[in-house]
T-cell receptor
Framework: DTAVSQTPKYLVTQMGNDKSIKCEQNLGHDTMYWYKQDSKKFLKIMFSYNNKELIINETVPNRFSPKSPDKAHLNLHINSLELGDSAVYFC????????????FGPGTRLLVL | GENVEQHPSTLSVQEGDSAVIKCTYSDSASNYFPWYKQELGKRPQLIIDIRSNVGEKKDQRIAVTLNKTAKHFSLHITETQPEDSAVYFCAALMDTGRRALTFGSGTRLQVQP
């Protein structure tokens, strides 16, 4: 159950602040993702990294900056938080080769006041 | 890019009945189709998946069917139980390029005891 972990689990902050969310996976996977789940439960890809290299960068404001210090970690830093950033952010990872299954972290519930 | 549509958005069934959720996808290059179950406040968890070289896959009370020609796939849950109540997401993954899941909008399944 701790294969993909995220911290913090909850984050409440004021508009304009800067915050970070951390993700770690101990599955030995090469690819990691950040997804955003909005209030209507819609899950959307934000970023993908493969072996510390950015692969996908969807239409996400540049206030969001992912960082992968090594292939087991993918952090998300958000500058100048806005009300619309309130959501649940899920980290996920996937193995190599023909392994397609993505394993999700527990999520970080961000509330911007 | 890929677009995945999911229906219905809500589904209420009596315990013991069957439930069917349908999805269509737009990109014929997609070749992997997972289904995730998300309980309230929890992470999405894979319940079953199917690859494009297979038309049907079954795991106990859960089955998935795929029609590549029509570009649609369905989740079938038989003998539903109250613990099946959750939000179910279909997703599609292309073989090349982005390799990130495109999710449907989710189906909230309520199994009435």
């Amino acid at each position: 159950d701790t294969a993909v972990s995220q911290t913090p689990k909850y984050l409440v902050t004021q508009m304009g602040n800067d915050k970070s969310i951390k993700c770690e996976q101990n599955l030995g996977h090469d690819t990691m993702y950040w997804y955003k789940q909005d209030s209507k439960k819609f899950l959307k890809i934000m970023f993908s990294y493969n072996n510390k290299e950015l692969i996908i960068n969807e239409t996400v404001p540049n206030r969001f900056s992912p960082k992968s210090p090594d292939k087991a970690h993918l952090n998300l830093h958000i500058n100048s938080l806005e009300l619309g950033d309130s959501a649940v952010y899920f980290c996920a990872s996937r193995g190599t080769g023909g392994e397609e299954t993505q394993y999700f972290g527990p999520g970080t519930r961000l509330l911007v006041l | 890019g890929e677009n995945v549509e999911q229906h219905p958005s809500t589904l209420s069934v009596q315990e013991g009945d069957s439930a069917v959720i349908k999805c269509t996808y737009s990109d014929s290059a997609s070749n992997y189709f997972p289904w995730y179950k998300q309980e309230l406040g929890k992470r999405p968890q894979l319940i079953i998946d199917i690859r494009s070289n297979v038309g049907e896959k079954k795991d106990q009370r859960i089955a998935v069917t795929l029609n590549k020609t029509a570009k649609h796939f369905s989740l079938h849950i038989t003998e539903t139980q109250p613990e099946d109540s959750a939000v179910y997401f279909c997703a599609a993954l292309m073989d090349t390029g982005r390799r990130a899941l495109t999710f449907g909008s989710g189906t909230r399944l309520q199994v009435q005891p």
